[in-house]
């Protein structure tokens, strides 16, 4: 039939044209179940990466800390890792990734390692880069500035990252939190240190009392040798005493 038609109206060249459209067109009807198949058996493939995912984390959470491998925490990133490379666009995409980074930087914290750090930076980066619509992009961004100011000892990234933070976010449940780090970070160094040494307990008494106290321990001996200046005259008038009356005795 459509044969016919295209015999009756068109010239040979669009003849062509036209048939080789409609035989595509009926390629892509035949091939668009199967790919709409193929996705959403990645999406499923996805789905059980994750609770394997899921799994291996659980197990590594419930080993003491200090008997975590590297080893470990490569196979639970490994895993979370195979669900956003087997389907980007899963709904588990996105929480895969922001497990890496929450691993990257505990690992990074557990072996004192700068370059697991500054990997957990790059992977937060990544889920606000590539999922800009994630409902982990604002935590991520915030995390980002702790790890700079609290691990990494980054002040001047750090102060960055907040400020950006609070121009986007300022009413987010962290802004105070990233004003309260700016504040922080703008702080003398003395006044850094004098609270640090608090919050260890190092300054545990007031000044006052400090005082007063060595002023008692330096004291104390001369009130010893005072004490024993005003007994010294009683001592030598009971021996004094005591030789007058020994002749008489003998006598």
Do not use: W
């Amino acid at each position: 039939m459509v044969d016919s038609l295209l015999s009756r109206q068109l010239p040979l060249v669009g003849k062509l044209a036209i048939r080789a459209c409609l035989l595509l067109g009926l390629a892509a009807l035949a091939v668009l179940p199967a790919a709409s198949r193929d996705l959403a058996e990645k999406k499923q493939l996805a789905r059980n990466q994750f609770q394997l995912a899921e799994r291996l984390r659980q197990e590594l959470n419930g080993r003491p800390l200090d008997e975590r491998t590297r080893r470990d925490y490569q196979q639970v990133t490994d895993a979370y890792r195979r669900v956003y490379y087997v389907a980007p666009t899963s709904a588990k995409a996105e929480p895969a990734v922001i497990a890496v980074a929450e691993l990257l930087a505990e690992a990074g914290r557990r072996f004192n390692d700068p370059k697991t750090l500054a990997a957990a930076i790059g992977q937060f980066e990544f889920l606000r880069r590539e999922y800009p619509g994630s409902k982990y992009r604002v935590d991520a961004l915030y995390t980002i500035g702790q790890i700079y100011k609290s691990d990494l000892n980054d002040t001047t990234a750090a102060d960055a990252v907040f400020q950006d933070f609070l121009k986007h976010y300022p009413r987010s449940a962290h802004a105070e939190g990233a004003r309260q780090a700016l504040v922080e970070l703008r702080q003398p160094a003395a006044e850094k240190k004098k609270e640090k040494r608090e919050s260890n307990g190092d300054i545990a008494r007031p000044e006052a009392a400090r005082t007063e106290s060595a002023r008692a321990e330096a004291v104390r001996p001369a009130d010893l040798r005072e004490v024993a200046g005003k007994d010294a005259p009683v001592r030598d008038a009971a021996a004094k005493a005591a030789a007058d009356a020994a002749p008489a005795t003998r006598n």
